[in-house]
């Protein structure tokens, strides 16, 4: 049994910055495949970037624009997602996510991808 607990959220101005990070537990994050997802408001939730077991990143193009990276620190077991240049529809619930198969790049971005889902951490970006 895999366990991803989400936190870092919060209240930051427009411009600003937040990394989040997820501890998993049950497994080394260096055998899972982890991915960050993320549902605002009234919208279905989205993907918004990925890490493979290899260390290989994806991200979703057009909402993270170069502004996020995703990177793993194995000897914390902990997966983080940095955000910079925050804008106020980052606004969302975001969401880690880890999976235990080695799915090909096109994959990562699709929810059944994962089999272990944390309960969520709120950014919020306002003035």
């Known amino acids: 049994q895999v366990v991803v607990v989400e936190s870092g959220g919060g209240l930051v101005q427009p411009g600003g910055s937040l990394r989040l990070s997820c501890a998993a537990s049950?497994?080394?994050?260096?055998?899972?495949?982890m991915a960050w997802f993320r549902q605002a408001p009234g919208k279905d939730r989205e993907f918004v970037a990925a890490?493979?077991?290899?260390?290989?990143?994806?991200y979703d193009v057009d909402s993270v624009k170069g502004r996020f990276t995703v990177s793993r620190d194995n000897g914390k077991n902990t997966v983080y997602l940095r955000m910079s240049s925050l804008e106020p529809e980052d606004t969302a619930v975001y969401y880690c996510?880890?999976?235990?198969?080695?799915?090909?790049?096109?994959?990562?971005?699709?929810?059944?991808?994962?089999?272990?889902w944390g309960q969520g951490t709120q950014v919020t970006v306002s003035s």
């Open positions: 996510a880890a999976g235990i198969g080695n799915p090909i790049t096109s994959s990562l971005r699709v929810e059944s991808t994962y089999d272990y």
């Open positions: 890490m493979k077991r290899s260390g290989g990143t994806s």
């Open positions: 049950g497994r080394t994050v260096s055998t899972l495949t």
